[in-house]
């Protein structure tokens, strides 16, 4: 068990701390670790002002083989901790990314999908001698190949979209103004703080209410706010105790939504199976009843069986509620349920809401 280490930033190296953990016990991981970006020497702008670049110590190896026997090291140990079904979420840069992927794989991580979070606001390549590094990648893997029934909340993800399938190209702002994090004398707190909306698509994406989300690379603990916020628990693994620190205070002040507010859509295909035939042993149909599509052209007359019977111009048609939908509009599929009508206090409701008082009822 986790006992008192939910909900808490543990200060120490995150591979060490991950060791004394109990294994089986996170539902997902979210890891930003350095990204070993290789800074040559100073960055300046045109005009030959400094750019606050990443030349922190904990970026830098001493060659890619360090690099590679580091991220191997917290891979392992992160793996150990997840659950059979849950997932591990890596972002990185291309300094970084393809070494990461290969080591995922290599561990026995099993990949999901990889997620180019395109920045709406990129630094500029101020020396004019590449592409606009405009994008960063996410890696989401499952623990393992047999792994089946992790979490991915398909239709809230879809909800956020406007009722379109989310897609692996995310456009979201870095993290600027009000959100960016400052020290006592108004420099960044943390150099690489990533911005909070991302980690809420991520969690959104791939937790629900209560889970364990372990964060090895916690920072200033931008994981944590959102978890907090979100009705998830965390634990953050850092090393300095500034950053820590900055991270304790900045999650106490979050406010956690009510729990009606962050329940995930349900998955319809995690719903039970309800026949037709189920709505007019519930009386919520009566054999007889005449239902219609949407426009009310076509027409179909519910049978005592779980039947429909219909005719047109096509001909005389009996069946399911698919099969007679398909029939009537002389096309090879259809959704019954969305497809056929019935009349509710003066306007036309898809017979699936029927459906739904059955399932609300079980």
Not at 215 to 240: K, N, Q, S, Y
Not at 282 to 309: E, F, I, K, N, Y
Request: charge should be positive; include cysteine.
């Amino acid at each position: 068990m986790l006992g008192d280490n939910l909900d808490r930033v543990l200060v120490g190296d995150c591979i060490e701390l991950m060791r004394g953990l109990p294994a089986s016990s996170v539902d997902m991981v979210f890891a930003d670790p350095p990204y070993n970006l290789q800074l040559g020497g100073e960055l300046l702008r045109p005009d030959n002002s400094r750019v606050d670049a990443v030349d922190d110590d904990w970026d830098k190896f001493a060659d890619f083989a360090r690099y590679d026997s580091f991220t191997r090291a917290w891979l392992k140990a992160a793996r150990r901790l997840l659950k059979p079904e849950g997932t591990l979420w890596v972002i990185g840069s291309y300094h970084n990314i393809f070494r990461i992927g290969t080591a995922l794989q290599d561990e026995g991580y099993w990949l999901l999908n990889d997620v180019v979070w395109r920045k709406s606001n990129p630094m500029p390549n101020f020396k004019g001698k590449r592409f606009t590094n405009a994008h960063e990648t996410l890696i989401w893997a499952a623990r393992d190949r047999k792994a089946k029934k992790y979490t991915f909340n398909y239709d809230s993800l879809k909800e956020l979209n406007e009722g379109l399938q989310m897609r692996s190209d995310w456009l979201l702002p870095l993290c600027t103004g009000a959100e960016r994090l400052k020290g006592e004398d108004g420099k960044k707190a943390h150099p690489t703080q990533k911005p909070e909306s991302l980690l809420f698509r991520c969690l959104m994406a791939a937790s629900n209410p209560g889970d364990v989300v372990l964060d090895p690379f916690f920072g200033t603990g931008t994981t944590g706010a959102v978890a907090r916020r979100l009705g998830r628990h965390f634990i953050g693994l850092e090393r300095d105790q500034t950053y820590a620190a900055i991270a304790r205070k900045r999650i106490a002040e979050i406010e956690p939504l009510a729990r009606e507010d962050i329940t995930p859509k349900p998955n319809k295909r995690s719903e039970p199976r309800i026949p037709f035939g189920v709505l007019i042993e519930a009386g919520l149909l009566q054999p007889g009843t005449m239902l219609s599509d949407p426009s009310g052209r076509h027409l179909a007359r519910v049978r005592a069986d779980g039947t429909l019977s219909s005719s047109n111009a096509l001909g005389e048609h009996r069946g399911s509620i698919h099969q007679v939908g398909a029939a009537v509009q002389g096309a090879p599929a259809c959704n019954g349920w969305t497809f056929w009508h019935i009349e509710v206090e003066g306007a036309r409701r898809p017979i699936d809401h029927l459906r739904q008082q059955v399932r609300a009822g079980l």
